[in-house]
């Protein structure tokens, strides 16, 4: 009945918040933990795209309950070349990780005085 699909789509509603996409994003603030602010390494870039990929994730899970078909769609070719870009960027030995490792700044050295131990 009418009054089935609206009380359904009430619950759905109520469990899909846009705070939970605050919360995704919350992840995407640890991927500049770094104290240089950029990854210089392999073992950074693995770091940062740990971040980046639990950050995916959330999103993902957030569409897949809160989004209709169409809108996943839209969302899907809308984002498809940042994923491609994020696949290849946190695979090692990519073109494109080899490059910006290449032309990662060096790092800089520990200013903290426990560094000078």
């Known amino acids: ?15 899909c918040h ?13 991927f500049n933990q770094n104290p240089s602010g950029v990854a210089t390494t392999d073992a ?22 809160c989004t209709t078909p169409l809108q996943r769609e839209l969302i899907g070719f809308v984002s498809e070349g940042s994923q491609e870009l994020f696949k290849q960027f946190c695979s090692k030995g990519t073109e494109i990780r080899t490059n910006y490792l290449k032309h990662a700044p060096s790092p800089r050295p520990d200013p903290s005085p426990r560094s000078k131990l």
């Open 44 to 65: 950074e870039v693995d770091k940062q795209c740990g971040f980046l990929k639990e950050s995916q994730e959330c999103f993902k899970n957030f569409t897949t309950r």
């Open 18 to 30: 846009l705070r939970e996409l605050d919360l995704c994003a919350a992840s995407l603030l640890l």
């Open 1 to 15: 009945s009418a009054i089935t699909a609206v009380a359904a789509y009430q619950v759905h509603g109520q469990a």
